[in-house]
T-cell receptor, first 115, second 114 residues
Framework: DAMVIQNPRYQVTQFGKPVTLSCSQT?????MYWYQQKSSQAPKLLFH???????NEADTPDNFQSRRPNTSFCFLDIRSPGLGDAAMYLC??????????????FGAGSRLTVL | GDSVTQMEGPVTLSEEAFLTINCTYT??????LFWYVQYPGEGLQLLLK?????DKGSNKGFEATYRKETTSFHLEKGSVQVSDSAVYFC?????????????FGTGTRLTVIP
């Protein structure tokens, strides 16, 4: 089945130790997103790639970076995780449809714990 | 700016009860509206959507009607089951502000007890 796969599902890191989360998709969607979801809150968009074009949200901290080496893969790098970065990180994809509804397909998420 | 206001939870219902979760929105242009569901330990899944006024989205017994006059997209189900226990998110995408984003409500946790 075509899907969005996130690895790892659970990541524990120490304060300040860099972390990389990965996302892969078999849907051949041209748009990929990273959302941060803290406990009992709505998902918050960090950034997205439209093909190779990177689009950063204005309030995303510099501590968060992303790479998309090809259509299928996208990475979230947290350079120096703080306690406040503990959250579920959701990857999503969509096919840009002019004039249509932008339906996102989400992965299962990567839960980050910062000690 | 665009925003979604969602009924606060948590909501606890007995099996076979009627469910309504309220959602209202503010948008600049002509948004598409969605309900996503998040089961415990999982990512979000699209439940249903509507792309224009008076459209009704439906799936798995859930329904929501896009009401432009009241800027609402309330989620309903006539008879809930234990397996419907999850967090439900109302969301919109607005082509006027760039369709490559979803604005989510804060989520409503539903617990259905036998």
């Amino acid at each position: 089945d075509a899907m969005v796969i996130q690895n790892p599902r659970y990541q524990v890191t120490q304060f300040g130790k860099p972390v990389t989360l990965s996302c892969s998709q078999t849907l051949n969607h041209n748009v990929m997103y990273w959302y941060q979801q803290k406990s009992s809150q709505a998902p918050k968009l960090l950034f997205h790639y439209y093909d190779k074009d990177f689009n950063n949200e204005a309030d995303t901290p510099d501590n968060f970076q992303s790479r998309r080496p090809n259509t299928s893969f996208c990475f979230l790098d947290i350079r120096s995780p703080g306690l406040g970065d503990a959250a579920m990180y959701l990857c999503a994809t969509s096919r840009d449809v002019t004039g249509g509804a932008n339906v996102l397909t989400f992965g299962a998420g990567s839960r980050l714990t910062v000690l | 700016g665009d925003s979604v206001t969602q009924m606060e939870g948590p909501v606890t219902l007995s099996e076979e009860a009627f469910l309504t979760i309220n959602c209202t929105y503010t948008a600049t242009g002509y948004p598409s509206l969605f309900w996503y569901v998040q089961y415990p330990g999982e990512g979000l899944q699209l439940l249903l959507k509507a792309t224009k006024a008076d459209d009704k989205g439906s799936n798995k017994g859930f329904e929501a009607t896009y009401r432009k006059e009241t800027t609402s997209f309330h989620l309903e189900k006539g008879s809930v089951q234990v397996s419907d226990s999850a967090v439900y998110f109302c969301a919109l995408s607005d082509r006027a502000t760039g369709a490559n984003n979803l604005f989510f409500g804060t989520g409503t946790r539903l617990t259905v007890i036998p």
